[in-house]
């Protein structure tokens, strides 16, 4: 199974702030269409899991655009330019190149 | 309108059986591959099993093969999850996931499952 690890699991972030999250793959994410069957997802309290980046860059329909996926190959990031208030919640990196599908641990953002 | 909605969560004891259902509106069901994913509360989210378009390919987490069973009715564009000789393991709530790994993911609100005697 593909392996996916976070850092930090933890994130207090000042208002207006910017916050950065990884995520590292045990194996190449890169398929042979070219994309990186890789997503970042937020949950936030009591809800289930948005998408916000899919393929490892592309913002999904509606995401402002204040959150932005980088990476390649095994190594991702996501970024937040101005951390609001509402981006609280808990943050997943998942890869979909095999089953069985994989999820990083989470990372908590809270607000300072 | 909510594209996916789960149900058929509830109590039930250890080696019994349960079938959850997602019922999908808004969009063409019969296009998109579909999953089912868990999280124990508090927990981290795992994958559970997909099905392609037609019901043809299926595939399973290693901790249910055997005793889970994923399907879909394109007809009733509703996703199937029969469970049995379930443990207490698999208390969790189970979400349905539409595309996950495209760009139209979509997860449900989820269902409860509580295996106890």
């Known amino acids: 199974d593909i392996v996916m690890t976070q850092s930090p699991l933890s994130l207090p972030v000042t208002p207006g702030e910017p916050a950065s999250i990884s995520c590292r793959s045990s194996q190449s994410l890169l398929h042979g269409r070219g994309n990186h069957f890789f997503d970042w997802y937020v949950q936030k309290q009591g809800q289930s899991p948005q998408l916000l980046i899919y393929w490892g860059f592309m913002r999904a329909s509606g995401v402002p655009d204040r959150f932005s996926g980088s990476g390649s190959g095994t190594d991702f990031t996501l970024k937040i330019s101005r951390v609001e208030a509402e981006d609280v919640g808990v943050y997943y990196c998942?890869?979909?190149?095999?089953?069985?599908?994989?999820f990083g641990q989470g990372t908590k953002l809270e607000i300072k | 309108e909510v594209p996916v909605v789960e149900s058929g969560g509830g109590l039930v004891q250890p080696g019994g059986s349960l079938r959850l259902s997602c019922a999908a509106s808004g969009y063409t069901f019969s296009s998109y591959w579909m999953h089912w994913v868990r999280q124990v509360p508090g927990k981290g989210l795992v994958w559970v099993s997909r099905i392609n378009t037609d019901g043809t390919v299926t595939n399973y987490a290693d901790s249910v093969k055997g005793r889970f069973t994923i399907s879909r009715d394109n007809a009733k564009s509703t996703l199937y999850l029969q469970m049995n000789s379930l443990t207490v393991e698999d208390t969790a709530v189970y979400y349905c996931?539409?595309?996950?790994?495209?760009?139209?993911?979509?997860w449900g609100q989820g269902t409860l499952v509580t295996v106890s005697s």
């Open positions: 998942m890869q979909a190149l095999q089953t069985p599908y994989t």
């Open positions: 996931g539409r595309d996950l790994g495209g760009r139209e993911g979509y």
